[in-house]
Each structure stands twice: as structure tokens, then as C-alpha cells.
Nanobody, 120 residues
Framework: QVQLVESGGGLVQAGGSLRLSCAASGSIFSINAMGWYRQAPGKQRELVATVTNAGTANYVDSVKGRFAISRDNAKNTVYLQMNSLKPEDTAVYYC??????????????WGKGTLVTVSS
């Protein structure tokens, strides 16, 4: 069964840093590319960073040079190091398979996410 547990969010001032972690079910983790998504208030969820099972990373332009995604296959964990945070990075952050979310009973599965709030 799929399980994704995100952690590491919090309140930080603009220019600060946070490191997010996501623990994933072992049977699904190592064979899939994983990603970090975010959903800001009133906006659609967007994919901001992906990492293949070999460690190749890609980013949306708005976070390039500031965010770094990585994974530890032995720990079934994916990370997102966020530096130089901006107020527009405020969102609930989720991890999931990328670019398509895991499905459970035919529906997209999402964990609870972790809230990142960046104050100006």
C-alpha cells in the first residue's frame, strides 16, 4: 500500500532555508521518479522538482538555483532543500511519483503535505 509522509515545513523569514523530507513506502519508491509538488492558497498544485531513481534532477524555472531535490533509496526518502526562500514559495508541499501521482483504487493518492510559510 502506498504511504507518503512529508515533514520539515514551518515558518521562515524571506531569505531563509528549510529542508523537507518525505518517507515513502519501500515497495514503490526505488522504481519510480519522485517529485515535490506545492499548492499555494487559491492555486492549482504544481510540480516544482523531480528526481529520477538514478538521481537526475529537474526544476521548474521559479525554483532553479534555490531548491535542490535529492533521494536516499536505502532510506526510501526524498528531500527538498529550499534556500533563499521567497514569500511566493508559501504553500503546502507534497511529494509523490512524478510526473503522475500514485493511484489507490483508481484515484490519485496524496499525503497530508507539509506547510511552508515564508514571511516578508
Amino acid at each position: 500500500q502506498v504511504q507518503l509522509v512529508e515533514s520539515g515545513g514551518g515558518l521562515v523569514q524571506a531569505g531563509g532555508s528549510l529542508r523537507l523530507s518525505c518517507a515513502a513506502s519501500g515497495s514503490i519508491f526505488s522504481i519510480n521518479a519522485m517529485g515535490w509538488y506545492r499548492q499555494a492558497p487559491g492555486k492549482q498544485r504544481e510540480l516544482v522538482a523531480t528526481v529520477t531513481n538514478a538521481g537526475t534532477a529537474n526544476y521548474v524555472d521559479s525554483v532553479k538555483g534555490r531548491f535542490a531535490i535529492s533521494r536516499d533509496n536505502a532510506k526510501n526518502t526524498v528531500y527538498l532543500q529550499m534556500n533563499s526562500l521567497k514569500p511566493e514559495d508559501t504553500a503546502v508541499y507534497y511529494c509523490n511519483r512524478a510526473p503522475l501521482a500514485f493511484k489507490v483504487n483508481g484515484m490519485d493518492y496524496w499525503g497530508k503535505g507539509t506547510l511552508v510559510t515564508v514571511s516578508s
